[in-house]
């Protein structure tokens, strides 16, 4: 019995090898009965009216090359579509075997819109000469130098007509990418107050909850490690562009600018209290009522308790 099931699954292996109990086929023969196999499967399904896209997909110039498929014999909507797939560094490689294809500008200019949803070159008209992929390399370079030194990445934008010298467009240009270091923008920002000014504006906070308002700015403008004025102006500026997109909402909690402002900053203690492991008391939930209340008076029991869940379900506001 034993050597019966041996002799079973010592024939199974032998066929995933590519052998069989009277003999062995060599590894080209499976290699040919295992293409014949998927091409009649294919074959069948072109026969019921599905589409082949197995002979479409195998277009090689021999039967001896092997390798990848040559795109230029796809037809141009699909090879578009594989190489819209790659990143820069991938397309570029692309280019030395598919030129015509990987250079095209729309595949470039995916890749700049992608990554940095805003340029004020976007909406002019292109100069003499202009190319996606030479802008691509002029944004890439001009967000290094940003995360080095975060004037000299502005001036360069402007230096190559990328950016306007505007601080709406530059806060355009901020609010749209994400390749920028969250620590140099900050101390950028601190800096140009006008620039943050606009930034806050293009934040939308109409029929959202307020700590999950809260957490979206503090995605786009990253809180300071430290209480203190600047904290104060973000929280104060957040305050109020929250009221400007909720005016019914505030009316019916009977809120205000500064009564917002006084539930951000319950929340950021909130959340440093609960997540921290350096704090073993933990706020309750009827503490955390009796003292925000304690702080702004007209706000409902039950508004201040579902602000408490969300810290304790979803986390830190500003992490």
Request: proline share 3%; aromatic share 10%.
């Amino acid at each position: 019995m034993g050597q019966g099931l041996w002799r079973v699954a010592r024939n199974q292996q032998l066929q995933q090898e590519g052998y069989s109990e009277q003999g062995y086929l060599t590894r080209e023969q499976s290699r040919r009965m295992a293409a014949s196999n998927i091409s009649n499967a294919n074959h069948r399904k072109q026969t019921q009216g599905g589409i082949d896209i197995y002979h479409l997909l195998k277009t090689r110039k021999s039967k001896e090359q092997e390798g990848f498929i040559n795109l230029e014999m796809l037809p141009p909507e699909l090879s578009f579509t594989i190489l819209s797939y790659l990143n820069a560094t991938d397309l570029c490689l692309a280019s030395c075997v598919w030129q015509d294809l990987a250079n095209d500008e729309l595949l470039w200019q995916g890749l700049c819109k992608s990554t940095w949803g805003h340029c004020s070159i976007y909406n002019k008209n292109p100069p003499l000469g202009f190319s996606f992929r030479r802008l691509y390399m002029q944004l890439d370079e001009g967000s290094l130098t940003f995360n080095a030194n975060p004037d000299e990445g502005v001036n360069y934008f402007m230096s190559k007509g990328i950016l306007d010298d505007s601080p709406k467009e530059i806060a355009k240009f901020i609010f749209c990418t994400r390749t920028l270091n969250w620590k140099k923008l900050r101390i950028y920002l601190d800096e140009r107050r006008d620039v943050l000014d606009d930034l806050v504006t293009l934040h939308n906070f109409r029929n959202q909850f307020l700590p999950n308002a809260l957490r979206e700015f503090f995605r786009h403008i990253h809180a300071p490690e430290e209480r203190g004025e600047y904290l104060e102006t973000l929280i104060t500026k957040f305050s109020h562009r929250f009221c400007a997109c909720n005016p019914d909402l505030m009316r019916e909690l009977g809120l205000s600018p500064d009564a917002v402002y006084v539930l951000c900053y319950s929340l950021i203690l909130l959340s440093i209290d609960l997540t921290s492991p350096h704090v073993k008391n933990k706020m309750s939930k009827r503490e955390f009522i009796r003292n925000t209340r304690r702080a702004a008076q007209n706000i409902s029991e039950d508004f201040v308790g579902h602000l408490y869940d969300n810290i304790y379900l979803i986390g830190h506001v500003a992490a």
